[in-house]
């Protein structure tokens, strides 16, 4: 949906001399958050709220061009500036449109599902340059395409990488970024100083030759022409991005801000049009000179009016009340009570600008107990269950928590009178509603989940605290006597405490110690072996699992009388209150007193007791497989079980499963399973799962508060989870002070990114990002994938590159390369589905909404098509791994050929599950080669590899001789030769870590480039309050000498090579080439040090 009208405005020009420190920003009038914008002789083109705005060229009769609820940006004026090329994410999918300046329609040219951002035009003004990752090995890299404005396939720039570029006037050069830079999309990290600060280069496209703009360690972006000059933006004066020019081989600074970043920028005639703090300005090429051009625009977004909003998809926990009536839900930041079958949903909290969470039922029914952040600081709120007061007081009481800090609320005691609750600072706490006084019970050494049960009669509570040798011990409070007591001997990781009627019951395993530093990929598919325990809480108690003695019960009363009683009471039909029972616990000795339940090692967990008395728990799948599918899940899959005494074995209830739990009387069920799915029923063996229906979980946004409070939430979690609480020295209230005014330009939940991202930014450090939440969805197209490059011959489509992936993971599917598809490369393409192709149309168009679907392709050995005919395929979503793995399969093809079979080539995607998977699938495959080539370029990171480093490390310790074969070794998994690796500026994280423990431990020599330098890990935080992520960075690295390094620096290679694009556009890789040559030269020089034979027999008895 395209609109073209004029809305009221005020604008006008305000002049500055070079925008020094930071004096734009204060004297900026109008609207805020323009963004993106380009200039012609009389007109400017920018992006505001998602939406396309163009005005004359002085600001004036601006008008809005878009208003598609999907977001439109990066719009480029033709050289003749008749048109506007753009980029839009209609249909889930970002492709290039144009559209005439003077409104109208616009015209889609690419349909590729992969995210095409226009660059630029031709410099005839007949195609549109755009940057995809679509056909690139490896998608953290782009290249340049250009697509003709009357249609027709897509046609490759250079086989070089590039993120942005632009044409000369004439077309002869091309000025563009080659690299990646930190400070983009979701990633703030202003004045970053590691590998990935990319430089500006000039290809001379006919000539193939390459010119590189003097380059320090900094970040030049945002290459234009301007008068055969070449223009961009750089941070390279270590105070702010700005603006500089390149002319006589000569680098020269034409603005000064220290405040805002110049964030991009464009050019016509002697004027440059650029963004800085969400405004626009002019600069003049001749005086030197800059002008805000102030724009007023009166508008409302769909977004950012108030509306109802559905919450279950941002359900974060749920319980169920005392009887298992109701369920109260966390979601959207409200507490609602649901029922189960009569009555209607309750909101209870109703407030858009605050975040309420974690709402749990005190036991007898009558209260609900949640966490809020009514101002900007935590506090425990107590509330009547139906929201209303019955004394004419008010209806809720409120606790303040601490006035810096993040709480999550564990649990209610059952006689009502106090809530524990933990802190992000790793402590627990009990706050007694009597006395109302907060009690510290302990703080754990390590960051993990504090695991609690109380018992019946509330005296005491069962805890686990991770202890300094990683393992989580279970502790036992008594408040009566306010102290703790370990009750297990520290040398098994015990989990889960349950109460039961006499017994205390948990898991603890002997065999997790190598799985508990999660950070370490040595923990990848280790398998979770925990048993479940029951502690006898009394010295004088007996073992569960006693066998009965056969004997008469009490005289009088038969058994089934007795039961009769029994059931009586429990459906409360005993007219007297139920008296609990003091809890008998013998401290002394309980660790003596422990009981293993006969059922075999698993991954157990959650136990809970049941009215009945049965004990239930999680099965969880064990961690890890070489080949996951699509929808592979192992935290929501868990199967639930419940373990009956008196037939000592466990039956399965459910599986699928996320978590459950029990109502306050034990006696009925409450499910979960991803993403927001509550099922209930009777906590028994034979049970009827009902689904709770949460669709009347509405709730009444304005998004303008909302947006505050995310703001407000965003700005805390960075200043209470960084791992720095001194946040490196910044002024973050001045910081807070710097952003908040804009909230008031912000249309969309993107655009609240884009300012949270610029805020975090300021800390200048990597690993921190904001993204997703309650952004706009469009329904994908679905346009398919053949598994193929294309090329345009004879005016026909023909086949490039078939694609066949790897064979031996049965989830990658190669539409052209299944045995009965004839398909090869050289083939052509002749028609879809029975309708002809040509060079005239894009193949991709012909695709749309195939995905899935059975389609007939008609191919011919040439565009005549001789030997025509019909081949059946499915076209895939996307093909990344298919070109992963192609770009693999001919690189370990080069290292075999030009080393005669010598050098192993492996190649780590990251240092997660992928990259341990393709680590054990090509290393261990390779082990009878003398040395070692391992690839980490482009390396998405993960885990810390020591995995990897740990088998490289491996020495020669024997070797044992077979009477028949060969000779094996200990280690068996090992290459003893030299080894090299590969590094660029795209490895980062994980695939900092690797190269520097690589050279740490003298393992061989590294070649490439400087990495990313990003070691500071993420993931303690809680999400925003309508699900958006926010990553804040709370550990760091240091070396074994005390030194915080690569962090914001690298790990700076020991031969420096560049891809050099020249030799990538002939088909080289002189990374890789150098690589083996050093390997080989390695070999050469000091061969390996391995027997490969087994020295003379022994000729003697004895020896």
Known sequence: MFKFRSLALRCGLALMAGLVAGQAAAAAQGTGLLRQPDITAAQLVFVYGGDLWLSD?????????????????????????KWIAFSASYDNNTDVYVMPVTGGAAKRLTWHPGTDTVNGWSADGKKVLFASNREIANSRSNQLFEV???????????????????????????????????????????????????????????????????HPNANDTSPFWLNNEVYFLSDRDNTAVNLFKYHNKEVTQLTKNTDWDLRSAAGFGDTVVYEAGGYLYQFNAETGQSQQVAIELQTMSAQKRPQWKDASNTLTSAQLSATGKRVVVSARGEIFTVPLKDGTVRNLSQSSGVREFDGIWSADGQQLAYISDQGNQHQLVITAQDGQSKTGSAKSTTYPLGKTGYFNLLAWSPDGQKLVYQDNHLNLYSFDLKTKKQQKIATSKRRDQFQLSFS????????????????????????????????????????????????????????????????????QERPLRYGIYAAVLSATGKSPLLTETGDE???????????????????????????VKPVQIDVAGLQHRIVPLPLPEKNYGQLKVAADGALWFLERTQPGASNEGPAADEANNAQL???????????????????????????????????????????????????IDLSGLKTYVDPAQE???????????????????????????????????????????????????????????????????????ETPSKVGLLGADFVIRDGKYQLKTVLAGDRWNPFLKAPLATPGNSAKAGDFVLAINGEPLDASQNIYQLLDNTQGKQLQLTIADNAAGTNSRQIRVEPIANENELRLWHWVENNRQQVEKASNGKIAYVFLPNTGGGGFYFFNRMFFAQVDKQALIIDERKNGGGQAANYITDILSRPFLSGWKDRDGMIFTTPGGAIYGPKTMLIDQDAGSGGDFLPWAFKRLQLGKTIGTRTWGGLIGISANPNMIDGGFHVVPFFRFYTPDGEWRVENEGVAPDIELELDPIAVNQGRDVQLERAIAETLQQLQSKPVQVPNQAPSMPVELGK
């Open 57 to 81: 060229r002085n600001g004036q009769n601006p008008r809005q061009l878009t208003s598609h609820p999907a977001a439109e940006f990066a719009p480029k004026f033709s050289p003749d500036g």
């Open 148 to 214: 003709a404005v009357s249609g027709g396939y897509e046609q490759k720039v250079m086989q070089a990488v590039a993120f942005e570029g632009r044409w000369s006037s004439d077309g002869s050069k091309l000025a563009y970024r080659p690299n990646n830079q930190a400070y983009s999309g979701t990633s703030g990290w202003r004045l970053h100083r590691g590998g990935s600060t990319p430089p500006v280069w000039i290809l001379d496209v006919k000539n193939q030759q390459l010119e590189k703009i003097p």
């Open 456 to 523: 019946a009669d509330s005296r005491y509570l069962a805890y686990t605290l991770a202890e300094a040798n990683y393992f989580s011990q279970l502790y036992l409070h008594d408040f009566n006597a306010g102290k703790s007591s370990r009750i297990t001997d520290g040398l098994s990781h015990a989990s889960d405490p349950a109460f039961g009627d006499g017994y205390l019951y948990f898991t603890a395993s002997v065999n997790t110690g190598p799985s508990q530093v999660g950070l370490d990929l040595s923990t």
């Open 553 to 579: 019960s009490v005289a009088g009363k038969k058994d089934d009388e007795k039961a009769g009683d029994d059931k009586d009471k429990a459906d409360g039909k005993d007219d007297k209150k139920a008296v």
């Open 641 to 691: 079980h419940r373990f009956d005494f008196k037939e000592r074995k466990a039956a399965m209830i459910k599986d699928g499963l996320a978590d459950y739990k029990f109502s306050a009387d034990g006696k009925k069920l409450l499910t979960m399973a991803a993403p927001a799915s509550l099922s209930h029923g009777a906590a028994e063996a034979k049970t009827e799962l009902k689904a």
């Open 707 to 777: 947006w505050q409070q995310i703001f407000n939430d965003a700005w805390r979690m960075q200043r209470d989870y960084f791992y720095d609480a001194n946040l490196h020295g910044i002024d973050w209230q001045a910081v807070y002070d710097k952003y908040q005014p804009l909230l008031k330009f912000v249309q969309r939940r993107e655009d609240l990114n884009e300012v949270l991202v610029e805020m975090i930014a300021e800390l200048q450090v990597g690993h921190n990002r904001i993204g997703g939440g309650d952004v706009h969805q």
